[in-house]
């Protein structure tokens, strides 16, 4: 799963948060002399005519986005129709929709009016627990988002601090519906503290079209109760006269017999069971013989332990008796019936059902029954058989005329189907719609100059150049325009200089140097350097043990395989390792996007930093 974004300062604070969730909220048998809802206000429950005082807000957390894309919408809002109590009950609603950037996380949040906490009749309780209704429409975009949660916090208005009481992921549920509710510690919050209660909604997402989706909220309430210290046990059997099923008479274990509700100590007529199956003889069909799960395999009243064997004919001598034989007169031991029509196969005329359509396939297995589809084709694996089918192909999701079965980009208009570099993308998606050799080198001229088996240096012109080493230790320097350098063999030494380079490496230990704007550096097989320049650069890693180092602006250093080096430069960098030990470096004084990958990596960082929650080991550098 794609990592999930943290503050640095809140991974360092992680540990110092202490909450208790439980599966179920259990009640014990007294009953609670004190109740309190909390928020006290009923409409700020259940938001029944109005929002209650709630107020929503929105906020995107390291988020980058790439143009012409543009960054995912959140929102919130509150509904006056449809809550849970049906037309004319209001609810909160939060919606996210839109188009994400690299990567980042969307947030809703709601926060209640302030409310006094007084326990449980101005004392502490002995139980408090939080519970809700939810509601989430939102199953395309959760199948393409790498998280989506939701929180519930107690935030303390007298000590400032904020205590955890709920934290869930977010799966579809398209009906209301109660979560599982969540304990806390009564000692967790003060008597006579002001506290606000805020519902958070995250959705966490990497590269994609994000499709609307909304999380909805109702009957938010915490309850803090306290137990009746001594409940009625007027036959001192250690239940609770208000639980007890024969209160006046001791009878500890609540037996009774005949389950009519009394206990046996009270009732005058417990029920008869001879056999002491647990069935009361008046409505056993085996009173004497032990027979708990009242087996009657003929159906004839008198079950199985007192009639053995089973009586009743067996006509086809299949083993299954008449009375419950789909095929009386001809053996059919499975029972199969294909058509459900209650005609087992061996005696059913048509097994398959009928053939409505003529197509020579009977109607139970044909995909399409109605209209003859003989070779049962079914493009987009549905079920209806295209002959049937209005849309064969399956949906047009982008809505750009090409069924998402024949479309090479599904999430983004691309009606020509352009597919620059053949890959099965389409441009509208691929992020390197040219290849991932080439990237942006389209356009540019043909190679101008291609170096020999010897160390050359090779200089370009002041236009967009081509520029090509070959085996030896080369030297190249691209000047001028837009060039596209790529190195041989050998221990090569490339420079962009002036125009957004594209320079890609090769088998040596090469070192790629970008200039004054933004360029691609593409590492390959060799322990290469890639160094950015004032432009906002993309250095990316290949096979070797690559060392990154970040420009003056902000750059994207993708690391790769092996045990990288990678340094931020000035700018807000996104930096990301990949499958090795890597070493990241990102504390410059900028807000930077740190991403770890499959190795133990080290990263330090300031504080203000955006760290995956898959980086290993973290050091953040105070200023």
């Known amino acids: 799963m794609p990592a999930r974004l943290l503050p640095a300062a809140v991974l360092r604070l992680a540990t110092a948060v202490v909450v208790a969730v439980a599966l179920s909220v259990g009640f014990a048998t007294a009953a609670f002399a004190v109740t309190n809802d909390y928020h006290p206000t009923q409409v700020s429950r259940d938001f029944s005519t109005s929002v209650g005082g709630w107020t929503g807000s929105s906020e995107t957390v390291g988020l980058l986005c790439l143009p012409p894309l543009t960054c995912p919408t959140a929102t919130t809002a509150y509904v006056a129709n449809g809550g849970t109590g049906g037309a004319g009950d209001g609810f909160l609603r939060s919606t996210f929709s839109g188009v994400a950037g ?126 009746d210290p001594s409940p009625t046990d007027t036959d001192g059997d250690g239940v609770p006269d208000s639980s007890d099923n024969c209160p006046s008479v001791a009878n500890p274990g609540q037996a009774d017999t005949d389950g009519d509700g009394i206990g046996d100590a009270c009732d005058a007529v417990p029920a008869t069971d001879t056999d002491g199956d647990g069935i009361p003889d008046s409505s056993d069909n085996c009173p004497t013989v032990s027979n708990p799960g009242q087996a009657d395999t003929d159906g004839d009243g008198i079950g199985d332990a007192c009639e053995n064997p089973p009586t009743g004919p067996d006509t086809d001598g299949d083993g299954v008796l008449d009375s419950t034989d789909n095929c009386v007169n001809v053996p059919n031991p499975s029972q199969t019936d294909t058509d459900g029509d209650g005609i087992g196969d061996a005696c059913d005329s048509t097994p398959g059902g009928p053939d409505t359509d003529g197509d020579g396939v009977p109607n139970v297995p044909d995909n399409c029954d109605t209209n003859p589809n003989p070779g ?110 790529k190195g041989g063999a050998g221990k090569d030494t490339m420079r962009g200089q002036a125009g957004r380079d594209v320079i890609s490496g090769n088998a040596g230990r090469d070192i790629l140097t970008g200039e004054t704007e933004g360029d691609v550096m593409r590492g390959q097989r060799g322990d290469d350097l890639l160094k950015g320049g004032r432009g906002k650069d993309r250095l990316l890693g290949g096979a070797g043990k690559d060392r990154l180092l970040g420009g003056s602006e902000g750059d994207l250093l993708l690391g790769a395989s092996d045990n990288d080096r990678i340094v931020g430069g000035g700018g807000k960098d996104v930096l990301s390792g990949g499958k090795g030990n890597d070493m990241i470096l990102a504390a410059d004084g900028h807000r930077d996007i740190v991403r770890c990958g499959g190795g133990r990596d080290r990263v330090v960082v300031d504080a203000k930093d955006q760290v995956s929650v898959s980086c290993e080991v973290v050091v953040v550098r105070r200023r």
Request: proline share 5%.
């Open 376 to 485: 049962q084709a079914d493009s987009d694996g549905d079920g209806i058989g295209d002959a049937c089918d209005s849309t064969p192909y399956g949906p047009d999701t982008d809505g750009d005329g090409t069924p998402d079965g024949k479309d090479n980009c599904k999430t983004a208009a691309n009606p020509g189907q352009a597919d620059t570099d053949h890959d099965g993308i389409g441009d509208a998606c691929d992020t390197t719609p040219y290849g991932p050799a080439s990237s942006t080198c389209q356009g540019v001229p043909a190679f101008v100059q291609d170096g020999s088996v010897k160390g050359d240096r090779l200089r370009g012109s002041a236009a967009g150049d081509r520029i090509r080493g070959a085996e030896g230790d080369d030297r190249v320097l691209g000047r001028a325009g837009n060039d596209c350098l």
């Open 102 to 227: 690299v990567v980042g996380t969307s947030r809703t949040e709601w926060t209640s009016p302030t409310f006094t906490y007084n326990g449980a009749g101005g004392s502490t309780p002995d139980s408090v627990f939080f519970t809700m209704d939810r509601r989430v429409d939102a199953a395309a975009l959760l199948a393409l988002v790498s998280g989506a949660r939701y929180r519930v916090f107690l935030d303390d208005q007298t000590s400032h601090t904020t205590l955890k009481v709920l934290d869930r992921a977010a799966t579809q549920q398209p009906t209301w519906a109660s979560v599982t509710a969540a304990t806390v510690v009564p000692g967790d919050l003060t008597v006579g503290h002001d506290y606000k209660l805020r519902i958070q909604t995250d959705i966490d997402a990497l590269v994609g079209v994000l499709p609307a989706g909304t999380f909805d909220y109702d009957n938010v309430l915490l309850r803090a109760s306290k137990a």
